[in-house]
């Protein structure tokens, strides 16, 4: 007999969970209302939203707006995002993940207290990525972006490096930078790193290995834009290659089930 089981973490991690249950609650009070950027990267997600009401701004199109509420979503906003929010009279509704936002001001602090050492501030990241935007606002825009070891060789390795990591990459690949920039810093204490990872993200790889383990095929539900499904995929396919990764019923195949009996 064929089992199927769900993962009992799956699902939305708690800051998205947040953002869209202010949506609904916005919704639920008027016709329509403002996301700034995809409130999660999810089509399904965001077309129910979209068919409640919800219209998706991008920066541009903000900047044209007046006297009106707009959400920030889970991801986080650089201050220039914030200061014209202020300037268009805007309503900011911020959904902002308290670990993002943690991370925001723990960046500005460190920027703004050692700003005259000219430290070289960096965020291990995805360039372009609308958390590692935010983050990269803290400093002035002055913060480098690593997103692998090749980045590495633009650092000057004789003055002061203070690392930290966008919130959903992996820790091992964050470590491994870490170890490398202390093979190549000319003096010990020049360099700094924070683990910056969010906590639920992270506890969510061993578990989700140890689930994918367990079963003889796994049907990884996600969609192709998110940064946080890739990663866990990855994880998943690591400890069982019969991992398949979907965005919705349409994309499973029925070869992929015959003969097991375990699916998760």
């Known amino acids: 007999m064929r089992n199927i089981e769900i993962d009992q973490f799956s ?4 800051g998205v969970v947040n953002a869209i249950r202010k949506v609904e609650d916005k919704l639920q009070e008027s016709d329509s209302f403002y996301c700034l950027g995809d409130i999660v990267h999810n089509t399904i ?10 219209k998706t701004l991008t920066h541009e199109e903000m900047a044209q707006l007046r006297n009106t509420s707009v ?49 070289q501030l960096l965020i291990f990241g995805k360039s372009g990525h609308a958390e590692v935007n935010g983050l990269v606002g803290q400093t002035n825009n002055t913060a480098i972006v690593i997103e692998k070891k090749e980045d590495l060789d633009k650092l000057d390795f004789g003055k002061a490096i203070v690392m930290f ?49 367990a079963h003889d095929c796994i049907i990884f539900v996600s969609d192709a834009k998110s940064s946080n499904g890739k990663a866990l995929f990855k994880a998943c396919e690591e400890v069982n290659p019969a991992s398949h990764f979907v965005s919705g019923p349409q994309d499973v195949e029925a070869a992929w089930i015959e003969g097991k009996n375990n699916i998760g």
């Open 45 to 54: 997600e965001v077309e129910r939203l979209r068919n409640k009401g919800l």
């Open 71 to 119: 959400l920030f979503r889970a991801h986080g906003e650089p201050p220039s995002t914030y200061e014209l929010a202020k300037q268009n009279h805007i309503e900011v509704v911020d959904a902002t993940c308290p670990v993002v936002l943690n991370l925001q001001k723990r960046i500005k602090r460190i920027y703004e207290e050692r700003k005259d050492e000219q430290i």
């Open 165 to 213: 990591s966008q919130t959903t990459k992996s820790k091992a690949a964050y470590m491994e930078l870490v170890e490398m920039i202390q093979a190549r810093i000319e003096r010990p204490e020049l360099f700094e790193y924070h683990n910056t990872i969010c906590q639920q993200f992270g506890n969510r790889m061993p578990k989700i290995k140890e689930f994918a383990s």
């Open 11 to 14: 699902g939305f991690c708690f």
